[in-house]
């Protein structure tokens, strides 16, 4: 009887590692290569804020802020780990 109480276990068991390798370790890398692009941002990098708003980063304020330069003599201060990506990959010549 004790291996039937096993048994009963061993779908959750797979289910729970099912999950582990597709949704909860390929996030978890997606958050760690985030983090490493945000603490890299300097100035003169092209970024995206989650609002949509694009600019150039034209000082970093301190580890937590930096300013962005959206227009001509325009700059706002963004936390840096607020939804900030990176438009450095996009930088490819368009035909």
């Not at 100035?43 to 959206?70: C, L, M």
């Amino acid at each position: 009887m004790d291996s039937a109480g096993i048994g009963q276990f061993i779908p959750l068991i797979l289910i729970f590692v099912i999950f582990y390798f597709f949704l909860i370790r390929p996030q978890q890398k997606k958050v760690k290569e985030h983090k490493a692009m945000v603490e890299s941002l300097k100035k003169g990098d092209k970024i995206v804020t989650s609002g949509g708003i694009t600019g150039t980063i034209s000082r970093v304020v301190d580890n937590d802020k930096i300013e962005v330069e959206i227009a001509d003599n325009v700059t706002v201060e963004v936390i840096r780990g607020t939804g900030v990506q990176s438009l450095m990959n996009s930088q490819e010549v368009k035909k």
